[in-house]
């Protein structure tokens, strides 16, 4: 890989951070489970790293943003995830908070593109 | 189930030693692995699952991935664990040097105790003195960062900042030749000090007859402090002639740390007795006295910049590889 590459790559990871968490909880309005996230994510056209995402999980529901709940009555176990009313409460102020960073970055990007 | 998960999975579970929630965590993967391999491409098996588990990463890495909120020093204290280690460890040496010279214990209870010591013993004990400052340091800073709380340090400053990090502006070959020419004046230095001892049985003299020059110490005295004054020579063109080749720091580390131990032995030559009876001769008890003190005094400042030199080297490096990882 590149050093371009790879530094593309490490500031991705950076921005996401703060993406993943949004996602996360606009994911989890409906229950799911990790592999159905990280599944659900890439049929979007995004890949997410598999071990990020679990480790943000716990850290959500640790700051009960979100809950879950082990399914065992399939024939693999499965740990589904759902939103609690303080994550929709997180959730409202992460949108509006990257709702107002883009609007800034595109508003850069056009003012910048005529210089 | 593949024995390969379990032995992934064991791994992981190593590096989350302590963690409470280990078993919760390693169910998750097994859950995420076993769910990926059964609709992976081709049929469920070891294969599948060994695809699965290469897809979700080392295991290190997953495992750090949960550790990244208690890190074990916070990234801002990180700096203070050489820094001060580096204060701790120039009083440990400064106390060490006293403990040499004065050959008295000294206690500072409970934080210290610097039992009497001869050269060779003091440089067999620093060492580990250093590695106990380093421990202490960082227990201290574990404690804080473990703590959360936003304690602000003192920055105590000694010449080690991070302009000294930069490699030398100096171009190639004007240091190349800086050294070379100090390289070559030291050899002379030292073939001369070598023939002078070799002739005469010491290089200290009140006059420059070199037919019939006049020691300035005892006999005795003057060989061994010649020797390691030769010693001292021979260790700095040393140094200089490995500087043509490498500019790495720990040449002067290496320098320093030779230089301060021949300091120690040249601060082992009992004060008394030291000048030759015609020399002694001429000065009061009193004058006599003075010179001593000074003498002592002046090894002492050369033994304390060599030390303040040694740890400079030691911090310098230590920063340019925490820099190096950094970027």
């Known amino acids: 890989m590149s050093d371009k590459a790879l530094e593309i790559g490490s500031l991705e990871t950076e921005m996401n951070r703060g993406f993943l968490h949004i996602l996360a909880l606009a994911l989890l309005e409906k229950d799911m489970y990790g592999y159905a996230m990280v599944k659900h994510i890439e049929g979007l056209g995004y890949k997410v790293e598999e071990n990020t995402l679990y480790p943000l999980l716990r850290r959500l529901e640790k700051n009960g943003w979100i809950a879950s709940k082990w399914d065992l009555s399939e024939d693999r176990p499965r740990k589904f995830y759902a939103i609690t009313a303080e994550g929709r409460a997180l959730r409202a102020a992460l949108l509006d908070v990257w709702k107002n960073q883009n609007r800034v970055l595109e508003e850069t990007v056009k003012e910048t593109a005529h210089v | ?327």
């Open chain 2, 1 to 327: 189930m593949s024995d390969k998960l379990e032995a992934y999975l064991e791994e992981i579970s190593h590096f989350l030693s302590g963690r409470a929630e280990r078993q919760e965590i390693l169910s998750e993967i097994r859950s995420h692995i076993m769910e990926k391999a059964a609709e992976g491409p081709g049929e469920f098996g070891d294969a599948a699952v060994d695809r699965a588990i290469a897809a979700f990463g080392p295991a290190r890495r997953v495992a750090e991935r949960y550790l990244e909120d208690r890190p074990i020093i916070a990234p801002a204290y990180r700096r203070y664990l050489f820094r001060y280690t580096s204060f701790l460890f120039a009083i440990h040496a400064a106390l060490t040097v006293l403990a040499v010279v004065f050959k008295k214990d000294f206690v500072i209870f409970p934080f210290l105790f610097m039992p009497k010591l001869g050269v060779i013993e003091a440089l067999m004990y620093l060492p580990p003195a250093f590695l106990t400052d380093l421990g202490v340091v960082a227990l201290v800073l574990y404690f804080i960062t473990q703590s959360g709380k936003d304690i602000k340090l003192p920055w105590p400053k000694f010449a080690v900042d991070l302009d000294e990090v930069k490699p030398p502006k100096k171009g190639f070959w004007p240091s190349r030749i800086a050294t070379a020419v100090g390289a070559i004046v030291m050899l002379a230095i030292t073939d001369l000090a070598l023939y002078l001892f070799a002739r005469h049985g010491s290089i200290f003299f009140v006059n420059l007859d070199w037919h019939d020059p006049r020691p300035l110490f005892t006999p005795a005295a003057g060989r061994y402090v010649s020797l390691v004054v030769i010693a001292m020579f021979a260790a700095s063109t040393m140094a200089l002639l490995v500087k043509l080749i490498t500019r790495s720091r720990w040449v002067d580390v290496a320098s320093n740390a030779v230089s301060l131990a021949l300091i120690g032995l040249l601060l082992r030559q009992p004060l008394h007795g030291l000048f030759a009876p015609e020399i002694a001769g001429r000065f009061s008890p009193r004058f006599a006295t003075w010179i001593g003190y000074t003498i002592l005094v002046t090894l002492l400042f050369i033994a304390l910049m060599t030390t303040i030199e040694l740890i400079k080297g030691i911090v310098v490096i230590s920063r340019r590889k925490l820099a190096a990882k950094a970027r």
